[in-house]
Structure formats: structure tokens, C-alpha cells
């Protein structure tokens, strides 16, 4: 399951409580973060222990800032907070599970 991120606070919450969080930065105007969205779900099924959040580049821009998202939609993998490994455009599966495979 993959869960919205309401706002900043949330978002780093979400960062301290969880070990491996993949992070997909995405605008609801944008095609390819639509095309991109239903793979991440299905890759979300199969690794519950991987905490996937979604985060709308419009509403939250000041995550957007801080990690530095230039262009969308792109994937952030955090271990322990820290960013471990970004992916740019969409991607299949393999890929997306190639970004987290390094943070396990």
C-alpha cells in the first residue's frame, strides 16, 4: 500500500519510523508519474517491508526543495532517514526494485 503524505511534518515522521522508505515525488497533473503510480503500488504488495509514501510536488514543495526533485516523477529510497538511491521517469518494476535492493 502506498500512503499520501499530507504534509512535511508527516513526511519526516514517516522517515524516523520506518527503515526503508521508497518515496515517490509526483504532481496530479503529470502523465508519466500517472503511468508510474500503479507499478509502484503493485511492487508495494510485494515488499511490506518497505514503507512506500507518495509525495505531490505541488502541495509539498518544500520537500520537493529539499531533495532537490527537478523533474517528475522521481523515486527517493531513504534507510534510516538518509537518501540511499533515486530513480528518474518511469520505470518497470525490476528497476524500482533494483533502487531498494542496495538499502536492505
Known amino acids: 500500500m502506498v500512503e499520501v503524505m499530507k504534509s512535511v511534518e508527516e513526511f519526516d515522521k514517516t522517515l524516523q519510523e520506518n527503515e526503508v522508505v521508497?518515496?515517490?515525488?509526483f504532481a496530479t497533473w503529470c502523465g508519466p508519474c500517472k503511468m508510474l503510480s500503479p507499478v509502484v503500488e503493485k511492487v508495494s504488495e510485494k515488499h511490506p517491508e518497505i514503507k512506500f509514501v507518495k509525495a505531490d510536488v505541488d502541495a509539498l514543495s518544500e520537500l520537493a526543495s529539499r531533495y532537490?526533485?527537478?523533474?517528475?516523477?522521481?523515486?527517493?529510497?531513504?534507510?534510516?532517514?538518509?537518501?540511499?538511491?533515486?530513480?528518474?521517469?518511469?520505470m518497470p518494476e525490476p528497476r524500482i526494485e533494483e533502487l531498494f535492493a542496495a538499502a536492505k
Open 68 to 90: 532537490g526533485i527537478a523533474s517528475i516523477p522521481t523515486l527517493i529510497v531513504f534507510r534510516n532517514g538518509e537518501k540511499v538511491n533515486q530513480g528518474l521517469g518511469f
Open 22 to 25: 521508497l518515496a515517490d515525488f
